[in-house]
């Protein structure tokens, strides 16, 4: 293997054996800046020194004195900005609470490692690691202020972008994800994390929506009249849920483009339901009595999921991807997964698994009941005029891999657990 002198990397443990062991581990896999510290003061003074600063640390979590939770709490008091990698002989359990922990510091965290640590594990994990020179830089503290915004809006600078959505059982697609994008003049394409928190604070929030839904459901008919038939879903904002000419502003909106509401799904995050659900609850049934498809969206991620799934008439119940990716291997997230699904079928609701990143994801839900998938896995979000060349590719794809084998047949759900 090439020598990796670019990377600094910080092996802290209070193990002598462990450091070792991890140190000639790097060393063989080509990284030669290595240094070991036994305790977390020690490590945390390499930190404040700029010349000798890591930018990657392999940090054990249980350690006499400061133990691994408390040096990612220094970390950020010291304003460390590197990334790291967590090594336990603790449970699964305990190791993912300490990596959900270091993300919440905003510390990147490429991963966590079972003691005794293998040659072949810890290489995955530090290949993962990418220079901060490569790293693409979100237009953060650009300041965009909300006349901006609004000009934006009427200008046609926002565009959509829409992500597959997938019948698991046969690969048929079915329907996209509508996620707006930001094609800014002179900052290029800005992601909605930018903006739609600032359309929301200054009251353009509806002015946004109804630019993406006109736009989403002119893509949806002119899909049709080449002969494909999608379902098209889009995001709608708490405000939204309070404009009570909201339902009258999408009917006449899908009359407009021709488009069926049956072929249109709004999607509803379940953590930005209010308590006070009076107007949204009228909304929402009032969209459902004119047959649009509603969408709870993240679902597991809110502190009152049942209540929503009880007073709310959903059709389709989206699995949160931070329950799917890495299921099939995580006994905790197998169990949610498996409870989602089970809700949503008990309640005559389709169920979507998001956050479907890789082959043993897609597997492992070829094994279950769920319904549809979305996620890189299967594609990207991508602009409109490439939707009907991707469903070509994929079609191909699904055809040559299923008779390939690289797409298991769907088992029953039992025969998983």
Not at 146 to 165: S, V, W
Not at 346 to 368: I, N, R, Y
Request: hydrophobic residues 45%; aromatic residues 6%.
């Amino acid at each position: 293997m090439s020598s990796r002198p670019d990377v600094h990397i910080l092996v802290l443990d209070d193990e002598p054996f462990t450091l070792m062991l991890l140190s000639r581990q790097l060393a063989n896999l080509g990284f030669t800046r290595v240094d070991t510290c036994d305790n977390g003061q020690a490590a945390l003074e390499l930190v404040d020194d700029t010349a000798h600063a890591p930018q990657l640390i392999l940090c054990d979590l249980n350690m006499p004195g400061m133990d691994g939770v408390e040096f990612v709490r220094k970390l950020v008091e010291h304003g460390y900005s590197g990334s790291l990698i967590l090594v336990s002989g603790e449970d699964e359990r305990t190791l993912h609470s300490a990596r959900t922990l270091v993300q919440a510091h905003r510390i990147e965290v490429l991963g966590s490692l079972q003691k005794p640590v293998s040659p072949q594990a810890l290489f995955q994990l530090v290949e993962r690691w990418v220079p901060p020179a490569r790293v693409t830089k979100q237009l953060q503290g650009k300041g965009y202020g909300a006349q901006r915004l609004a000009l934006a809006i009427q200008a046609g600078e926002l565009i959509n972008y829409y992500q597959p959505k997938v019948s698991i059982s046969d690969g048929k697609v079915v329907g996209v994800e509508t996620l707006v994008r930001w094609r800014h003049p002179v900052d290029g394409m800005v992601y909605p994390d930018q903006f739609i928190g600032l359309a929301e604070a200054h009251g353009l929030i509806n002015a946004l929506t109804q630019a993406v839904l006109v736009q989403a459901l002119r893509d949806c008919a002119s899909w049709a009249r080449q002969g494909v038939s999608l379902k098209v879903a889009v995001n709608v904002s708490m405000d939204n849920l309070t404009a009570l000419e909201f339902p009258e502003q999408i009917t006449s909106a899908a009359a407009a483009a021709g488009v069926e509401p049956q072929s249109v799904v709004l999607e509803v995050t379940e953590s930005q339901l209010m308590k006070d659900l009076r107007a949204p609850l009228e909304i929402l049934t009032r969209l459902r009595l004119r047959r649009f498809k509603l969408s709870i969206d993240d679902f597991g991620t809110g502190h009152s999921s049942l209540a929503q799934l009880r007073d709310v008439p959903f059709h389709e119940l989206k699995v949160d991807q931070g329950f799917v990716h890495g299921a099939h291997s995580d006994e905790t997230l197998r169990a949610i997964f498996f409870a989602s699904l089970t809700l949503a079928k008990e309640l005559g609701m389709e169920a979507v698994a998001e956050g479907v990143e890789d082959a043993d994801d897609w597997s492992f839900l070829q094994k279950t009941e769920c319904d549809l998938a979305q996620g890189y896995f299967i594609a990207r979000p991508m602009p409109a005029d490439q939707v009907l060349d991707w469903a070509n590719k994929w079609g191909m794809r699904w055809t040559s891999e299923q008779l390939g084998g690289s797409f298991p047949k769907r088992r029953n759900r039992r025969q998983v657990l």
